[in-house]
T-cell receptor, first 109, second 112 residues
Framework: GEDVEQSLFLSVREGDSSVINCTYT??????LYWYKQEPGAGLQLLTY?????DMKQDQRLTVLLNKKDKHLSLRIADTQTGDSAIYFC?????????FGPGTRLSVLP | EAQVTQNPRYLITVTGKKLTVTCSQN?????MSWYRQDPGLGLRQIYY???????DKGDVPEGYKVSRKEKRNFPLILESPSPNQTSLYFC???????????FGPGTRLTVL
């Protein structure tokens, strides 16, 4: 099956930028997604990028897509304590939805 | 309010006792899916359904069954639960496979 890979942990100081990286394997994915899971809750769509785009910016969030290297990143500017959560990268593979293992972001005061 | 609901939210059961986790969505979505979430493994897709009476296996279907008799409901059935099915389960729905998925609140299942 398809593999979506992410590092499992990231710690940053409040106010710094966070960069969460993801590699995927299906170059035919139309959309690539970032989901956020807060403690004890389900997943919520944070942002997504269409595969023919290189970059998408949405307020504090910037998504970069490098299709050649199959690399996706999520940058959170001015990271706040409320950004502490698990962030999942996901792609569609045929009719399946494939998630990475999730990156746990800890924001230190 | 547009939402995906799951019941029960928490369940402790014993090996071999059949159980069903219900999932319902009120958004008229065609695509529905079940996932299990385990530490370090992220979400793994168990089964999905493209529409009524159309279901297919995901990455980890063994030990699970589903049905899609109506568009809004997509129950997950464990005929004979085993301890390795202890996990956090999420149901999700979307307009189609490439669209944003809306997740239910999760069901934490413990099989003793």
């Amino acid at each position: 099956g398809e593999d979506v890979e992410q590092s499992l942990f990231l710690s940053v100081r409040e106010g710094d930028s966070s960069v969460i990286n993801c590699t995927y394997t299906d170059s035919s994915s139309t959309y690539l997604y970032w989901y956020k899971q807060e403690p004890g809750a389900g997943l919520q769509l944070l942002t997504y990028i269409f595969s023919n785009m290189d970059m998408k910016q949405d307020q504090r969030l910037t998504v970069l897509l490098n299709k050649k290297d199959k690399h996706l990143s999520l940058r959170i500017a001015d990271t706040q304590t409320g950004d502490s959560a698990i962030y999942f990268c996901a792609e569609t593979y045929g009719q399946n939805f494939v998630f990475g293992p999730g990156t746990r972001l800890s924001v230190l005061p | 309010e547009a939402q995906v609901t799951q019941n029960p939210r928490y369940l402790i059961t014993v090996t071999g006792k059949k159980l069903t986790v219900t999932c319902s969505q009120n958004m008229n979505h065609e695509y529905m899916s079940w996932y299990r979430q385990d530490p370090g493994l992220g979400l793994r897709q168990i089964y999905y359904s493209m529409n009524v009476e159309v279901t297919d296996k995901g990455d980890v279907p063994e030990g699970y069954k589903v049905s899609r008799k109506e568009k809004r409901n997509f129950p997950l059935i464990l005929e004979s639960p085993s301890p390795n099915q202890t996990s956090l389960y999420f149901c999700a729905s979307s307009l189609g496979v490439g669209n944003e998925q809306f997740f239910g609140p999760g069901t934490r299942l413990t099989v003793l």
